[in-house]
């Protein structure tokens, strides 16, 4: 009898589940019945195994990734088994070369399913072996940077990944082995492998954290190949041991604290680390990272323990987790570079190429989905891939839909979120979600807007550059902390030079911004939200609109950033642009000396290049990127200033982009910063000929500005006038609302009104 999985809540056992005889409709299965001796049956299965002999050569993308992996592993089979001692940082040799050997060792696995070729057998077997003979002689790592120091790896994190990886290979031979080299490689290498990265380092196993997730799907893994439920049960609901209470510092700098772990496993890993829209508290740069494991685990359950009915947890949520990913990723396929981020990670990567295929063969065959997988290029080499190829090759693919929508953090959804605004060619991007734990950044209500070539406002991401050895071997530099992560490095309000929460991540993590307003799909979205905490007695909302105007080439972006704090407070709102300034309306007196701006919370890193007291009604400027022209213009208090920044200072490895930003600088009380963003126009570089490359916006007015409403007008130069109004504390749709202006009364009902205004 199978056992059918219910979902109880979060942060229930596998144990509990299996004794709840009203939620199986039966008695308990044996764990014989449990656990099947057949192999392979983590991700390849027979069955799967049979679909795809019988299919080769009628699915060509399929082909494709088949041929290019033999190519791949048979150069490696050429090349020898290496197994060094290890000694280096990621982008050195030894961690390089370990690398390597992983992935080989899973995709010889599946060449030699696939193929029947022993030659595949032979190279994992004599690969297994070789680090079966020096897995006793190993102390840890020699690198000491790592909370977690791993054996093979600097960390901890990349052992857990070499056990991912190498528990396929491992499966896909184990009946192919002798009995007494299983026998030696289960005893000798993966069991104590796999309490190296359990019960000696729980402070890595036994957390809710993408490098647990890790850990737990490589326990969980390597202890369903070799039927070892001890491993099995460790993987699913963790550790049941006393953790040492004090903090370690994780490989970024940030607190662990090792005595406050309630709940640990792959159970809790899903219940505490997505809301149920599938958003993952860290980020999507993480998120990507981390579905490798969540799918990959999930998918040998599924199999292998099919009556735990993992894919149906949390109503599919992993599935679910899948269209999250898809949906923040830029017209380039580009993860949205939200918290510690490395800018270009994007659907082509390794785990999205699995991930995708997987949602396509276990969430519904989505033809939307296929259009994804045929921009790939390739698929995974089991029967998902294959499922995925075949509906390329039959013509099923759909272009996807990316929507506007409101992506929830949080296990339960109620700890702030993301707003996505798409129109057109155009992609609005605001954060008010939760701090994202210690890979989070201190940007509440930043945001980011692209079009179809690129970044027009962007996220620095952070500072680092992945496996490159270079710089600081790889790792997070010293300026993510002093620069990437702190206020001023976002497109969000810096109150009197402070980052928010102080740059302190405990506080942080404590709270979210608070969702306000979502409004996709109609001529005007609108998102808006709230933060009340990231400053003492100082109140932000913002509410941002992407409005189609028939004047204008493009949609228009309009931004109202509403505060209330005492008086004298000093603003510091800088935006960070793409590209080549034009020409402003505003005259900048430029800086032959330059200096710092300042000594901490990131200032130190930015010079002031020029600024201007502003003198008119507005601030417009212009700048250029990617052959298209891009204009602000922001509305202008008495005493404002318009500083043109540029990153780099106090940074003599270089190790930070040089890129320009602006900061609006304010000093005052309750106040609102109006700013319309335009793309407009393009640049031709054969014909040297630019097309409406001046901004079509003449003016721009707060009419009215008070803790319950926010009501700006634009003029065109063409003469016609809109306006914008929102209330900012009653989000019911039908309250009715009535602003003075100079010109009399506003009436509308609902949350907003959008209108032309004819004088």
Not at 45 to 60: C, D, M, R, Y
Not at 491 to 504: A, C, E, I, M, R
Request: charged share 25%; aromatic share 12%; proline share 4%.
């Amino acid at each position: 009898m199978k056992i059918k999985f219910c979902y109880i809540g979060i942060g229930f056992s596998v144990a509990v589940v299996l004794s709840l005889f009203s939620c199986v409709g039966g008695e308990k299965t044996t764990e014989q019945q449990l656990l099947s001796d057949k192999h392979p049956s983590l991700v390849l299965t027979p069955s799967g195994v049979s679909e795809i002999k019988a299919n080769l050569g009628k699915a060509p993308l399929f082909d494709q990734t088949f041929a290019a992996v033999v190519n791949e592993v048979d150069a490696a089979l050429a090349n020898g088994i290496k197994v060094p001692i290890p000694k280096d940082l990621a982008g050195g040799y030894t961690h390089e070369r370990h690398k390597t050997n992983f992935f080989t060792i899973q995709k010889a696995g599946a060449l030699f399913q696939i193929t029947g070729d022993e030659k595949y057998a032979i190279y994992i077997r004599d690969m297994l072996l070789a680090y079966a003979e020096i897995w006793p002689t190993l102390g840890k790592h020699p690198a000491e940077r790592s909370y977690a120091r791993g054996k093979i790896f600097w960390q901890c994190l990349n052992d857990a990944n070499w056990l991912v990886y190498t528990s396929q290979g491992y499966d896909c031979i184990y009946e192919w082995l002798d009995e007494s080299t299983r026998e030696k490689l289960n005893k000798e290498l993966f069991r104590p492998y796999a309490e190296y990265v359990s019960i000696e380092n729980p402070q890595f196993f036994n957390r809710i954290h993408n490098h647990s997730t890790w850990g737990n799907a490589a326990v969980g893994m390597i202890g369903l190949v070799m039927g070892d439920e001890e491993l099995i049960n460790w993987a699913l609901n963790g550790l049941d041991i006393k953790v040492p209470g004090d903090i370690v510092k994780d490989n970024d700098g940030g607190d662990i604290r090792l005595d406050g772990q309630k709940e640990a496993g792959f159970l809790a890993q899903i219940d505490h680390s997505f809301s149920p829209d599938g958003y993952y508290t860290e980020g999507p740069y993480y998120q990507r990272y981390a579905m490798y494991p969540f799918l990959i685990f999930a998918q040998a359950l599924a199999n292998k323990k099919p009556e735990l009915g993992i894919l149906d947890y949390r109503n599919g949520l992993l599935i679910k987790a899948i269209y999250a990913l898809i949906n923040q990723t830029n017209s380039a396929g580009e993860f949205f570079p939200i918290n510690d981020s490395q800018k270009g990670m994007s659907l082509a990567s390794r785990e999205l190429v699995h991930a995708v295929s997987m949602a396509y063969y276990f969430g519904g065959m989505d033809p939307e989905l296929l259009s994804i997988v045929e921009e790939q290029g390739r698929v995974p080499l089991n029967n998902t891939g294959m499922a995925a190829a075949k509906g390329v090759a039959e013509g099923k693919a759909k272009k996807f839909q990316y929507k506007s929508l409101e992506l929830s953090d949080g296990a339960a959804g109620d700890e702030g979120a993301i707003g996505i605004i798409r129109a057109e060619d155009l992609t609005l991007v605001m954060k008010y979600a939760k701090h994202g734990m210690g890979h989070g950044h201190f940007d509440r209500l930043g945001f980011l807007l692209y079009d179809e070539t690129g970044e027009v406002i962007q996220d620095y991401g952070a500072a680092r550059w992945v496996n490159i050895d270079h710089k600081d071997g790889g790792g997070y530099l010293k300026e993510n902390h002093s620069w990437a992560k702190e206020t001023v490095a976002h497109n969000t309000l810096v109150v009197d030079k402070d980052s928010h929460f102080d740059g302190k991540v405990k506080p942080a993590d404590k709270t979210a911004g608070t969702p306000y307003y979502f409004l996709g799909g109609d001529a005007v979205q609108i998102v808006s939200a709230k933060e009340t905490n990231a400053y003492r007695d100082i109140e932000m909302q913002r509410t941002m609109a992407v409005a189609q105007v028939k004047e204008l080439e493009n949609p228009l972006v309009i931004d109202l950033f509403a505060v209330q704090a005492p008086e004298g407070t000093r603003y510091d709102l800088p935006l960070y642009y793409m590209g080549e300034y034009m020409s402003s309306n505003q005259k900048f007196q430029t800086n032959n000396n330059l200096s710092p701006m300042g000594q901490h919370d990131g200032y130190e890193h930015l010079w002031a290049e020029a600024q201007t007291k502003l003198e008119s009604d507005i601030f417009s400027m212009t700048w250029f990127n990617k052959r298209k022209f891009y204009t602000v213009t922001s509305a202008v208090e008495s005493g404002d200033e318009m500083i043109m920044t540029r990153i780099g200072a106090n940074d003599p490895n270089f190790n930070l982009r040089r890129d320009p930003g602006l900061i609006h600088r304010r000093t005052g009380g309750h106040t609102v910063f109006a700013s319309l963003y335009e793309m407009h126009g393009s640049y031709d570089y054969a014909s040297e000929r630019p097309i409406n490359s001046f901004t079509s916006i003449e003016n721009l007015k707060i009419l009215h500005q008070s803790e319950a409403y926010v009501l700006v007008q634009f003029e065109l130069k063409t003469g016609e006038n809109y306006r914008f109004a929102f209330s900012l504390l009653d989000d019911n749709e039908s309250s009715k609302h009535v602003v003075e202006t100079p010109d009399g009364e506003l009436q509308w009902k609902g949350i907003y009104d959008f209108n032309e205004y004819n004088k």
